[in-house]
T-cell receptor, first 114, second 110 residues
Framework: DTGVSQDPRHKITKRGQNVTFRCDPISEHNRLYWYRQTLGQGPEFLTYFQNEAQLEKSRLLSDRFSAERPKGSFSTLEIQRTEQGDSAMYLC????????????FGSGTRLTVV | GEDVEQSLFLSVREGDSSVINCTYTDSSSTYLYWYKQEPGAGLQLLTYIFSNMDMKQDQRLTVLLNKKDKHLSLRIADTQTGDSAIYFCADPRAGNMLTFGGGTRLMVKP
């Protein structure tokens, strides 16, 4: 297993366009998390999945954001009608059940909205 | 992470010890974590400490936890230039969702 993979690494999009990011977690990890990190800040929680069920969503996740994990394996995060304020690093992480010794993070997808 | 606070910046000379501090508000966490982030990269789990421990040592890293004061620190002995990075402390909440501090940028001068 090569860890948590995220694709693409970088995405530049025009304001108003839709974008979709993909995350492939460590195969035996049943929990998957999305975080957003803006420049100079710590990561902020967006949402998490236990297997295919989306169990928690942050208030940061506006209705333009949607995340799925259809088969309990990879996950996608879609942002519709992107705004300049969406520019950030989007980080995915995975873990075993609660009590695991921390997550494993991917390298992130850096989104720039122009 | 308004509930987890860190100082912004620390500069040390190579070979010195670095101490990065963190305060948190949630006292129910089972673990507390330290992550390292190098430029353009994701976060790497550096170490963690159980909440029933006061200290944990792992090679050059020493974690101190003061539960009464809700204070966590990370000491890096014999700091090297390769230790230059941003260090985040993180406090898990229900569902194991991590709340991160704003990060401390460590600069190591040769």
């Amino acid at each position: 297993d090569t860890g948590v993979s995220q694709d693409p690494r970088h995405k530049i999009t025009k304001r108003g366009q839709n974008v979709t990011f993909r995350c492939d977690p460590i195969s035996e990890h049943n929990r998957l998390y999305w975080y957003r990190q803006t420049l100079g800040q710590g990561p902020e929680f967006l949402t998490y999945f236990q297997n295919e069920a989306q169990l928690e969503k942050s208030r940061l996740l506006s209705d333009r954001f949607s995340a799925e994990r259809p088969k309990g394996s990879f996950s996608t995060l879609e942002i519709q009608r992107t705004e300049q304020g969406d520019s950030a690093m989007y980080l995915c992480a995975s873990s075993l059940d609660y009590g695991d010794y921390g997550y494993t993070f991917g390298s992130g997808t850096r989104l720039t909205v122009v | 992470g308004e509930d987890v606070e860190q100082s912004l910046f620390l500069s040390v000379r190579e070979g010195d010890s670095s101490v990065i501090n963190c305060t948190y508000t949630d006292s129910s966490s089972t673990y507390l974590y330290w992550y390292k982030q190098e430029p353009g990269a994701g976060l790497q789990l550096l170490t963690y400490i159980f909440s029933n421990m006061d200290m944990k040592q792992d090679q050059r890293l020493t974690v101190l936890l003061n539960k009464k004061d809700k204070h966590l620190s990370l000491r890096i002995a014999d700091t090297q230039t390769g230790d230059s990075a941003i260090y985040f402390c993180a406090d898990p909440r229900a569902g194991n969702m991590l709340t991160f501090g704003g990060g401390t940028r460590l600069m190591v001068k040769p």
